[in-house]
């Protein structure tokens, strides 16, 4: 049964139904070729070597963990990229990497870096095996600090999102949004989406909304699904809070529902989801987790349906291809109004809180939960929901394929047998490499896109949320991205004079709070842990496919609380 349990642990924008979305990437699924699949492969160390959640520092009794699925975990503790406003009148807008004019000296580098890599290339591409590419890369020259920077700055993006004041009242405090996206694909494959959501009833009276919506989505197997992902849950998000609204008031005896034929859909998962529980949801966890089963039955098995219904070929690539693509999906939704956070997990992406304690040291406290075999309530679930299969988990992914044991697409997981054998051929041959059966395909679906639902309620320790896909935790452990973060809080955001700029001593290289983490993950020596400006360099020199050997893309969006 799945089920809700409380655990002892513990530039200003405005977008109503608009979505923000920038794009990124993850691996390939099996490390097949020249590119290693963070889902499947090894990374090697270079020689030498736009969210939101919250934690209290003393407290543990402020959250609440709400596992989907029947699976009710403990969160461990440890001691887009430019995103901007869709045009007026449009619902939501997707931008590829564009960003605001580039200094000519920095498109300069940008040049120098992409024929440096370009010459890399052809190197690395006349060599016979794996073995030599990966040597040869770990001899490639180094870019130079400047063209470091021009890569680092080039697709990042900071504004402010004003608290709102409804009728007199304070709306929360001020939220400081910083995002940056370092591809290792070409294309990267991830995205990352803003969105503010429709007003709530408690700050429909000034036209304002106090939640915010933050999402990253790490697409393997091509891009094609993180991409319908970014674009598509913002909206049906939106439209789920305000079916449970229209619910909650035909509960009360309230006006008839007044809905289209989607949201129609989204009503019966909703309460199909409140029947299986056999509890009371609060709105938002409940939402999301209507939104996630929604938008993957759309992907999965909705696209399926309309294909077979139309059967016209020119349309498979657009109707299949997101479902035979895959990609993972954290959502966190900060609510400053109700000063809480609810974190939506289906995959390795992580939510992680920084939290300053009354003594000035800083915690990291995951809000979310990576779904993958690593994870002992992941192994019992897939045993549990496929009895007798002692292949449902080989060599550490589901059928031997797939690392994350939930996400949304890979209908290679989820469609009937019959599904695939009639329309993978077709879809091969056009060049979905993905479109194959797993072995020992007996009782699917074998992959979910439930999410599991983190809530906690914010307090003053609570200083800032980091938001990203598993690259940046390939490189850096949960305690090293806070103390990172933590230093260019103490730098900008601590302490303040009375004129309002900072009044700390601390300087950091990067005004932007992503940019400057992602600079420290890619500086970072694996074996060490020492940063080295060497390390950096020589990692970002190296050209895609042959840097997926070393390190992933990487998608950050931070939401600093409280950032007066």
């Not at 759309?298 to 399926?304: H, M, R, T």
Request: hydrophobic share 35%; net charge neutral.
């Amino acid at each position: 049964m799945h089920h809700q349990e409380q655990q002892q642990h513990t530039r200003s924008r405005r977008a109503f139904g608009t979505t923000s979305v920038t794009r990124s990437q993850q691996p390939t699924e099996d490390g097949g070729g020249a590119a290693a699949s963070k889902k499947t492969g090894t990374q090697d160390s270079p020689s030498p070597s736009p969210a939101s959640a919250s934690a209290s520092g003393g407290s543990t009794k402020r959250s609440l963990t709400f596992a989907i699925g029947g699976i009710v975990a403990l969160l461990g503790v440890t001691s887009y990229t430019l995103l901007r406003q869709p045009p007026s009148g449009a619902a939501v807008e997707v931008t590829a990497h564009t960003a605001t004019t580039t200094p000519s000296s920095t498109q300069t580098a940008l040049e120098s870096v992409a024929t440096k890599r370009s010459d890399a290339q052809k190197k690395l591409d006349s060599l016979a095996s794996k073995e030599q590419r990966r040597e040869e890369a770990k001899r490639l020259g180094l870019l130079t600090s400047e063209e470091v920077d021009a890569v680092l700055h080039a697709k990042e993006s900071s504004w402010y999102i004003e608290p709102v004041v409804a009728g007199g009242g304070s709306g929360g405090g001020r939220l400081r949004v910083d995002t940056n996206q370092v591809s290792s694909n070409d294309p990267i494959e991830d995205y990352l989406a803003w969105t503010t959501l429709s007003p709530n009833a408690t700050t429909a009276a000034n036209g304002s909304s106090s939640r915010h919506m933050f999402g990253v989505f790490d697409g393997h197997a091509g891009y094609m699904c993180a991409e319908q992902l970014a674009a598509r849950m913002g909206p049906m998000l939106d439209r789920a809070l305000g079916a449970i609204a229209q619910l909650a008031e035909l509960k009360k005896g309230g006006k008839k529902l007044e809905l289209d034929a989607g949201d129609k859909a989204l009503v019966r998962t909703i309460r199909q989801i409140e029947r299986e529980a056999g509890l009371s949801w609060d709105a938002v966890p409940l939402a999301l987790t209507a939104t996630f089963v929604a938008m993957d039955h759309a992907l999965v098995a909705g696209a399926l349906a309309e294909f077979r219904k139309q059967q016209q070929l020119m349309r498979m690539d657009e109707l299949l291809g997101p479902a035979v693509s895959g990609s993972c999906g954290l959502v966190a939704v900060v609510d400053t109004k109700a000063r809480e956070v609810v974190v939506a997990n289906t995959g390795d992406s992580r939510a992680l809180l920084g939290v300053r304690l009354k003594n000035g040291a800083w915690k990291a406290v995951r809000l979310s939960q990576d779904q993958t075999a690593d994870n002992v309530n992941e192994l019992a679930r897939m045993a549990r929901e496929h009895p007798g299969e002692d292949a449902v988990i080989h060599r550490g992914r589901v059928l031997g394929g797939l690392m994350p044991t939930r996400a949304f697409g890979d209908c290679r997981y989820k469609w009937p047998l019959e599904a695939q054998q009639d329309l993978f051929p077709v879809l091969l041959s056009r060049g979905h490499r993905y479109a194959t059966t797993p072995p020992n395909y007996v009782t699917p679906p074998y992959v979910t896109a439930r999410p599991v639902i983190v809530k906690h309620l914010l307090s003053d320790d609570d200083k800032f949320i980091v938001i990203a896909s598993d690259g940046l935790y390939d490189q850096l452990s949960d305690a090293e991205v806070v103390g990172s973060v933590s230093q260019w809080y103490e730098a900008h955001i601590g302490s303040k004079a009375k004129d309002g700029s900072s009044a700390s001593t601390l300087t950091t290289e990067d005004a932007n709070a992503a940019t400057h983490l992602i600079r420290a993950a890619l500086s970072t020596d694996h074996s060490s842990r020492r940063r080295s400006d060497t390390v950096i360099r020589r990692l970002l020199a190296i050209p895609p496919p042959h840097s997926r050997r070393f390190r992933d893309d990487i998608s950050v969006t931070i939401v600093t609380l409280n950032a007066e």
